[in-house]
Nanobody
Framework: QVQLVESGGGLVQPGGSLRLSCRAS????????MGWYRQAPGNQRELVAT???????NYGDSVKDRFTISRDTAKNTVYLQMDSLKPEDTAVYYC?????????????WGQGTQVTISS
């Protein structure tokens, strides 16, 4: 399977920026897409951004034009650049990957990293 390790969360003032990183290891050849989801207390987990192995990206409506997802295939790492952060961006951010190994689909999640936007 695939293991994911996230880093880069923290406390930032409104209007600030953060960059999250997620490094994949294990059966990475089977990965079709990687991305970020977030979950705030009392809310369902929601899509933030995804990027496919072909480089196509998709963003949640609430983060379009503020967040940018990118990847470094040599480092097996996906990044989430978050700009113009708002208090409502406060959540635990989870890295996700999905793919296929020997015809069997899989999904893996990271442990999550806390992002807090507050003055």
């Amino acid at each position: 399977q695939v293991q994911l390790v996230e880093s880069g969360g923290g406390l930032v003032q409104p209007g600030g920026s953060l960059r999250l990183s997620c490094r994949a290891s294990g059966s990475i050849s089977g990965i079709n897409a990687m991305g970020w989801y977030r979950q705030a207390p009392g809310n369902q987990r929601e899509l933030v951004a995804t990027i496919t192995s072909g480089g196509s990206t998709n963003y949640g409506d609430s983060v379009k034009d503020r967040f940018t997802i990118s990847r470094d295939t040599a480092k097996n790492t996906v990044y989430l650049q978050m700009d113009s952060l708002k208090p409502e961006d406060t959540a635990v951010y989870y890295c996700n990957t999905r793919g296929n190994l020997g015809g069997v689909p899989f999904t893996s999640w990271g442990q999550g990293t806390q992002v807090t936007i507050s003055s």
